[in-house]
């Protein structure tokens, strides 16, 4: 198992730790603040030892990161994970704009059916399952997650259940929510957001979330 302590501290942009398992390209940490890929939010990119991570992965309650061959690390050895900081950052401001917008969507869309996300670097997106347009709904879900925003609310994460790290968010008076993901502290962090229609078909309808500036 490997200790996440992006969840302890998901603002720290470098970590030392050892190296448990060496598998070919691919290394395990005793600890990480290198998130891989997972409910929807993109891994993080970095290196671990100077060496570029390739690709990170959940397996269980283990992350793995294939690195360039010949990468010449070795079970025991102290290493300094490095995070480009400016797009885990990114990421988190958009995985909470996401998970705040699915929450006051779903409050505006009762019935409606969340069958996908994805959480990127340049934008968001949460896709249901809805027979008709969305677009007419936009400009309030908009207008309430910039409230929610602009009120700078602080938000708490914790374990509800430690032995099979099952995390979730909350913000007093308004939602608690499931989730695993790397999370700003306060709503303000987010800053204003736009939304966007995308119609993909097959009774699916997707809202794109950006931030503010972009």
Request: overall charge neutral; some cysteine; hydrophobic content about 40%.
């Amino acid at each position: 198992m490997t200790h996440k302590a992006f969840w302890e501290d998901p603002y720290a942009s470098t970590h030392r730790t050892v190296v448990t398992v060496v598998d070919g390209d691919t290394v395990e940490l005793a600890s990480t603040i290198f998130f891989a890929f997972s409910g929807g939010q993109e891994s993080d990119h970095g290196s671990i030892g100077g060496v570029a991570v390739v690709e990170a992965s959940k397996e269980g309650r283990s992350l793995r990161y294939r690195l360039a061959a010949g990468h010449g690390l070795q079970p025991g050895r102290t290493v300094e994970v490095a995070i480009d900081w400016a797009r885990r950052y990114r990421l988190m401001r958009l995985h909470f704009a996401a998970e705040l917008v699915l929450e006051l969507a779903g409050r505006a869309l009762p019935g409606a059916l969340k069958v996908g996300a994805h959480i990127a670097a340049d934008k968001a997106r949460i896709d249901f399952r809805w027979p008709e347009s969305i677009a007419p709904l936009l400009p309030e879900l908009a207008a309430s997650a910039n409230r929610i925003i602009a009120a700078d609310l602080p938000i708490r994460t914790a374990f509800e259940d430690v032995e099979n790290e099952r995390r979730y968010w909350e913000i007093a008076g308004f939602s608690r929510v499931a989730c695993g993901g790397t999370h700003v502290r306060s709503t303000g962090e987010v800053g204003p957001l736009r939304l966007k229609r995308n119609n993909i078909g097959k009774g699916k309808e997707r809202i794109e979330i950006f931030l503010g500036g972009d």
